[in-house]
């Protein structure tokens, strides 16, 4: 099988797909927007060079991880149940990657911050995708 053919099993081409994607990607800077700004006072809005230093790692990490785990398929929407515990186990396998991204692009990464990134950014993701199972369309 080819990588474009298997990549088609893993994503739904549908506006539900979609909205998950454009949500995970909100959920995710939202967690590293408010991090920067209240918790290190880093003004993102005046860094917009540094808030994408931050935050590209954990997408590239979650989509990548996302992907491969089925996270945008009709499958992974069907329930609740299946589409929040698909995305515990993928946030988990995302996370090093993610911090393993971060020390590549600024050198470090500390282990405060990889508790707090599984936790509140795991929160963020999370409970957008508990809240997608209500407001996207479930695959008929």
Avoid at 8 to 21: I, Y
Avoid at 74 to 81: E, F, G, I, K, V
Avoid at 117 to 128: D, Q
């Amino acid at each position: 099988m080819s990588t474009s053919a298997y990549l088609r099993t893993r994503v739904d081409r549908s506006p539900s797909t979609a909205g998950l994607l454009v949500g995970d990607v909100l959920a995710l800077g939202g967690f590293v927007f408010i991090g920067q700004q209240f918790g290190h006072r880093m003004r993102p809005l005046a860094n917009p060079f540094g808030y994408l230093e931050a935050i590209v790692p954990f997408v590239l990490a979650w989509v990548a991880v996302a992907v491969l785990a089925g996270l945008y398929t009709a499958d992974a929407r069907s329930s609740l149940r299946r589409g929040v515990g698909l995305a515990v186990l993928a946030w988990l396998v995302a996370l090093p990657v993610a911090h393993g991204l971060r020390v590549l692009v600024s050198g470090s990464t500390a282990p405060a911050f990889v508790v707090i990134s599984a936790v509140v950014g795991g929160g963020f993701l999370l409970g957008w995708r508990v809240l997608a199972a209500f407001v996207l369309d479930s695959p008929a």
